[in-house]
């Protein structure tokens, strides 16, 4: 048995309640229909996976609306959130607001999101692009903590929702723990794991600490968390939306691609392109009038 799941953006609604009722008449649903906000999110039960769902999936999307499919399982309330931190919880790549106080934003800006495509080693061009904030003042980042990072959308109440219902968070990042130590802090999440810029006399060095967090260490945060916790891996939901992300989606219970770059979508079933993280939420079921808000 499968769950599907509609979810509206922010220029999906008006089609989604004729998508939801022309799937589930099409799709030999079993039961009804679970409206989670009314006009915004639904989804019902089908006993396998529709034949034409690429298809319809394409059309969705083009009309700015989510559509995921999962096993029964994979679509169940989580007891273990791992977030990736840049363009996946917070709006921005903190390593390029860096670049862009330094001098260095557009040269930095290329290789980011060349990296975060996959087309770049991601240890090679992390080490480069710090390598190009040598002699950046330390002050520099709590000012663009202050000045530049926002959170994204829908972020807040994904991880305060979760934290309500027992679940264990934690932010898992292949940037700085300059930046996580701030962004779990103001999110309330329970732990956070990320590289550490290496500063001296108030500079940085130009230098990033060893071993560096890429898509491994990711895989092992993952393991190790959901091992201390006594978990099974159906009980983990991980988001994130790059190249380095990957490995660590395709392990958890239920991995989503979140407004993710091409290369990352390209392997990814599960993806939310257009609706905020509290897409997340829909996908274990849980309905928007359960929303805490922070």
């Given at each position: 048995?499968?769950v599907?799941?509609?979810?509206?953006?922010?220029?999906?609604?008006?089609s989604t309640?004729?998508?939801?009722?022309a799937?589930h008449?099409?799709w030999g649903?079993?039961?009804?229909?679970?409206?989670?906000?009314?006009?915004?999110?639904?989804?019902?039960?089908?006993?396998?996976?529709p034949?034409?769902?690429?298809q319809?999936?394409?059309?969705?999307d083009?009309?700015?609306?989510?559509?995921?499919?999962?096993?029964?399982?994979?679509?169940s309330?989580?007891?273990?959130?791992?977030?990736?931190?840049?363009?996946t919880?917070?709006?921005?790549?903190?390593?390029?607001?860096?670049?862009?106080e330094a001098?260095?934003g557009?040269?930095?800006?290329?290789?980011t999101?060349?990296?975060?495509?996959g087309?770049?080693?991601?240890?090679?061009?992390?080490?480069?692009?710090?390598?190009?904030?040598?002699?950046l003042?330390?002050?520099?980042?709590?000012?663009?903590?202050?000045?530049?990072?926002?959170?994204?959308?829908?972020?807040?109440?994904?991880i305060?929702?979760?934290?309500?219902?027992?679940?264990?968070?934690?932010?898992?990042?292949?940037?700085?723990?300059?930046?996580?130590?701030?962004?779990?802090?103001?999110?309330?999440?329970?732990?956070h794991?990320?590289?550490?810029?290496?500063?001296?006399?108030g500079?940085?060095?130009?230098?990033?600490?060893?071993?560096i967090?890429?898509?491994?260490?990711?895989v092992?945060?993952?393991a190790?968390?959901?091992?201390?916790?006594?978990?099974?891996p159906?009980d983990?939901i991980?988001?994130?939306?790059?190249a380095?992300?990957?490995?660590?989606?395709?392990i958890?219970g239920?991995?989503?691609?979140?407004?993710?770059?091409?290369?990352?979508r390209a392997?990814?079933p599960?993806?939310?392109?257009?609706?905020?993280?509290?897409?997340?939420?829909?996908l274990?079921?849980?309905?928007?009038?359960?929303?805490?808000?922070m």
């Open positions: 048995m499968y599907v799941t509609l979810i509206a953006g922010p220029d999906g609604g008006p309640a004729g998508s939801v009722d799937l008449r099409s649903a079993k039961g009804g229909i679970t409206w989670l906000a009314p006009d915004a999110a639904a989804r019902f039960v089908v006993p396998d996976v034949p034409d769902f690429q319809a999936w394409e059309r969705r083009a009309e700015g609306i989510d559509l995921v499919i999962t096993p029964v399982a994979a679509g309330v989580k007891k273990l959130l791992l977030a990736d931190m840049d363009s919880m917070i709006g921005q790549e903190c390593i390029d607001e860096l670049a862009d001098g260095v557009d040269r930095v800006a290329g290789i999101a060349r990296a975060m495509n087309e770049l080693d991601f240890d090679a061009a992390l080490r480069e692009r710090v390598g190009l904030l040598k002699g003042d330390v002050d520099v980042i709590a000012r663009v903590l202050a000045e530049r990072i926002t959170l994204a959308p829908g972020a807040a109440t994904l305060a929702t979760m934290r309500a219902r027992g679940c264990h968070t934690a932010l898992v990042s292949g940037g700085f723990t300059a930046f996580t130590e701030a962004i779990a802090g103001r999110l309330g999440m329970d732990e794991r990320a590289n550490i810029l290496v500063a001296a006399d500079v940085l060095t130009g230098k990033v600490g060893a071993p967090l890429g898509a491994d260490a990711k092992r945060a993952l190790e968390i959901r091992d201390r916790l006594g978990l099974e159906v983990v991980a988001v994130g939306d790059g380095n992300d990957l490995p660590m989606l395709k958890a239920l991995g989503v691609a979140a407004h993710a770059k091409p290369a990352v392997q990814s599960i993806q939310i392109n257009h609706a905020d993280l509290t897409a997340l939420l829909y274990q079921g849980i309905p928007k009038a359960a929303f805490v808000e």
